[in-house]
C-alpha cells in the first residue's frame, strides 16, 4: 500500500486508478466520480479497498481454473470460450478505437483551433 509514496507503482493502485476502480467505488462504496479522482490523484485508497479487489482477483482465477478442465476435455467448450474472450478483446479494442477518434482527437482540434483563432485575434 506504501509503495507509490515510495516511487513505485502496483497492478492494484493502476487499477483503481482506471475506470474499473471507479465503477467499483461508484457501486461497492458509492463514492462519485469527483471523489475519486481526487483519491486517484494521491493514490489514497484503504486496505479496505485492497481487500475487495484481491476478492474479486480470487473469484477471477477461480472461475478460470474451473474453465481450464472442460476447456481440456471438450473442444466446443473451448471454442466457446475461445471465441467469447476474441468477442471481449475486439469489443474493448473497438471502443479505445473509438474513443481515440471521436474524443481524444476532437479534443484536441478543438484545443489547437482556440490556440490559433487566440494568436489570430488582436
Not at 485508497?45 to 484481491?54: E, G, H, N, Q, S
Request: hydrophobic share 45%.
Amino acid at each position: 500500500m506504501s509503495f507509490p509514496q515510495r516511487g513505485y507503482d502496483t497492478i492494484f493502485h493502476y487499477n483503481m486508478r482506471s475506470s474499473m476502480g471507479s465503477s467499483l467505488y461508484k457501486s461497492l462504496r458509492g463514492v462519485d466520480q469527483e471523489e475519486h479522482r481526487k483519491l486517484a490523484k494521491n493514490n489514497e485508497f484503504l486496505r479496505t479497498d485492497a481487500m475487495i479487489y484481491m476478492a474479486f482477483h480470487l473469484v477471477a482465477c477461480c472461475v478460470a481454473i474451473l474453465t481450464s478442465l472442460p476447456s481440456f476435455w471438450y473442444v466446443y467448450f473451448h471454442a466457446i470460450i475461445t471465441l467469447a474472450v476474441t468477442a471481449i478483446v475486439i469489443y474493448n479494442g473497438a471502443k479505445r478505437y473509438t474513443y481515440y477518434i471521436t474524443k481524444l482527437y476532437s479534443r484536441m482540434m478543438e484545443e489547437a483551433l482556440n490556440e490559433v483563432a487566440l494568436e489570430a485575434d488582436p
